[in-house]
């Protein structure tokens, strides 16, 4: 895996055994046969999955044009937006469920975002790269530097990461902004969900990233 | 481009009489309703008898469930995918239409109508008049968007298809699209409006009036009784579409066509004459208009144009249009259009999502302008193929042996 291309993300490389352990995950969180609204979509790699194996009605919302085009052409329902201006335009339920996949750290106003999930679906499904994780702390404290890592791959100066947080600071948030966690799972380096048992410290630490099911 | 055309009267006559052969007996399929089946309008006037003349492609499915309704602009017509009859060029959507093709004739029927108003036999200002025996002229009753697809959902009706698994337009295409998806809810299975706006902004009345004044401004135009007189606005014509078709192209799209580049010269001449590759551009657009199209339907349609605001016809709120819409919708517009900015298409977008409507919105990077959705552009092709056969999928038309999406 070293030789290959480092552009690639981590979560992507490793799809050869087990393809975006944190796409699968949430595509368990979501019921069959529901409304779906998946904000930065990407290449549409979750609609499909959840269009083939929950048969949900999905949409989604898309930042780059390249994506967005790629979707439409295989037939997926995806418009260009953006997560911070567009979802205001959504009325309130309008779908089961809205999925914001690796994105909230990369907008300008996450609560604001995070109330809009809330209004517009019955819940929402948040993942993130969880920013206290050990080995993040420790670049910052040994190296005195910005931690780059598999997940969090950019320099300070051209990251599209600007609201970066641990689960502990999304834990707040939710309490802040009135979001119920109806379920909160940690992922390890591996992509292996952490012990339901381990306690929220240690999931701060050893989660690399994080999911977490919320209704209001 | 090697001549320097003039806007003189004496060319295109064999083409002029070619067209006036069109209104009257076109090479078309044709429907005559007659004055006992009238067709209301906006106006509150009604057309009786009234004619529409169509092409089709493909055919119909067992179900009557793969019909794709072309909708055409301004200045097209029903050719869309086969030898124009007076110019004998190619339709104007033949990349996109026909057997392999993004509206692929072996698995779709495709149906092109010619809208009311228009001149290549469909009833319009210079079919005639039943009251006369001559020809409208501006008697003809004003028209609206609404008004042509109310013509095309007759022509359905007619035809026993009750619904259409996608219609698709740009610009005034995109208009009736638009106004298909919001008057005909159950019949639209899929919509694509491309390059198009819910509402004809300041700007665009602006420019249509100018064409509009152009024409009238002709001594030929005779009030709009030119056919009696026997006589043709040409050069007002040809006046009103050099200017429209500056706005169908970009800045950079001229630029780079034409910069300033002189037209078989070394330098300029110090007098008119088209000095300017550009202008012996224009002059030639000008000019291939006038004859392949009536003064009187320039002005009629883009009038319908004009009054065409979706949301004003539904209490204000352009959403009201799609209340309650099941339809599939793809909006497409293109980075250098400024006629139909993309603003105007992501105003769309917001009110189908605040229906919850199913919507695609593809913007395209391009410098040909509002004219890119009738040239070769791959991203259109791949959009319009993907989503036409996911419509199709869902509906569960088969796809036949062979075919590859």
Redesign the interface.
């Known amino acids: 895996m070293a030789a290959m291309n480092v552009n690639v993300p981590p979560h992507v490389l490793r799809g050869a055994e087990s393809p975006r352990v944190d796409l699968l995950l949430i595509a368990e969180m979501v019921a069959p046969g529901s409304r779906v609204l998946d904000i930065g979509c990407g290449d549409g790699t979750l609609l499909r999955i959840l269009a083939e194996k929950q048969g949900v ?1 999905g ?1 989604g919302i898309e930042l780059s ?1 390249a994506g ?2 790629s ?11 953006d997560a911070d201006t ?1 979802l205001v ?3 309130d339920l ?2 089961d469920y809205v999925i914001l996949s690796q994105t909230i750290q990369a907008t300008y106003s996450p609560r604001h975002v995070l109330e809009q999930l809330l209004r517009i679906g019955k819940r929402a499904v948040v993942s993130f790269p969880n920013f206290g994780h050990w080995r993040v702390r420790a670049k910052l404290l040994f190296g005195g530097h910005m931690p780059r890592t598999e997940y969090l791959p950019d320099r300070w100066y051209d990251t599209p990461n600007i609201h970066l947080c641990t689960i502990n600071d999304f834990t707040d948030l939710c309490r802040d902004a009135g979001a119920k966690i109806e379920r909160a799972v940690a992922l390890n380096a591996y992509g292996r969900k952490l012990g339901v048992a381990m306690p929220l410290f240690a999931q701060n630490l050893f989660g690399e990233q994080a999911v977490f099911l919320l209704s209001r | 481009m090697s001549e320097s055309p003039t806007l003189s009267l004496h060319v295109g006559t064999a083409e002029t009489s070619l067209r006036l052969e069109q209104i009257a007996n076109p090479q078309s399929e044709i429907v005559h309703f007659p004055a006992s089946e009238p067709l209301p309008l906006d106006c509150g006037a009604s057309l009786a008898p009234f004619s529409i003349a169509y092409q089709t492609y493909g055919e119909l499915n067992r179900d009557k469930s793969n019909l794709v309704l072309v909708c055409h602009a301004l200045t097209g017509d029903q050719h869309a995918a086969n030898l124009h009859p007076v110019t004998g060029k190619p339709g104007w959507w033949e990349t996109m239409v026909g057997p392999g093709k993004p509206i692929d004739t072996n698995r779709y029927f495709v149906l092109c109508a010619n809208v009311i108003g228009g001149c290549m036999g469909s009833t319009g200002p210079s079919s005639i008049n039943p009251a006369t025996g001559r020809p409208y002229g501006p008697d003809f009753p004003v028209i609206t968007v609404r008004d042509m697809v109310r013509a095309q959902a007759r022509l359905l009706d007619h035809l026993g298809i009750p619904d259409v698994l996608c219609v698709l337009g740009g610009s005034m295409g995109g208009m009736q699209v638009l106004e298909w998806a919001a008057t005909y809810k159950d019949r639209v299975f899929s919509a694509v409006p491309i390059a198009c706006s819910a509402r004809h902004s300041s700007q665009n009345i602006a420019f249509h009036e100018v064409g509009r004044q152009a024409v009238m401004a002709d001594p030929e135009w005779c009030q709009g009784r030119y056919l009696d007189e026997g006589k043709s606005p040409r050069k007002g014509l040809a006046v009103a579409r050099m200017a429209a078709h500056i706005t169908y192209m970009s800045d950079d799209a001229l630029h780079t066509k034409f910069g300033r580049r002189l037209q078989d010269r070394d330098k300029v001449t110090f007098g008119f004459d088209a000095d300017f590759q550009v202008e012996s551009y224009l002059r030639h657009q000008g000019l291939s208009f006038v004859d392949r199209f009536d003064a009187n339907s320039y002005l009629y349609i883009t009038r319908a144009m004009d009054y065409f605001d979706l949301a004003a016809d539904h209490g204000g709120v352009l959403a009201n249009a799609f209340a309650g819409t099941k339809t599939r919708f793809c909006l497409v517009s293109f980075t250098s259009d400024w006629l139909f900015p993309t603003e105007e298409s992501r105003e769309i977008v917001h009110a189908l999502n605040a229906v919850a409507a199913n919507v695609s919105f593809v913007e395209i990077k391009t410098d040909n302008g509002h004219d890119s959705f009738l040239l070769h552009q791959p991203e259109l092709f791949d959009t319009i193929r993907g989503f036409i056969a996911s419509a199709a999928l869902k509906r569960g038309i088969a796809e036949p042996k062979g075919w590859l999406p």
Do not use: M, T
């Open positions: 009605d949409r044009q967005v085009n979707c439409v052409a295989q037939g997926l329902s995806v418009i260009q937006g567009d335009y959504y009325p309008a779908f």
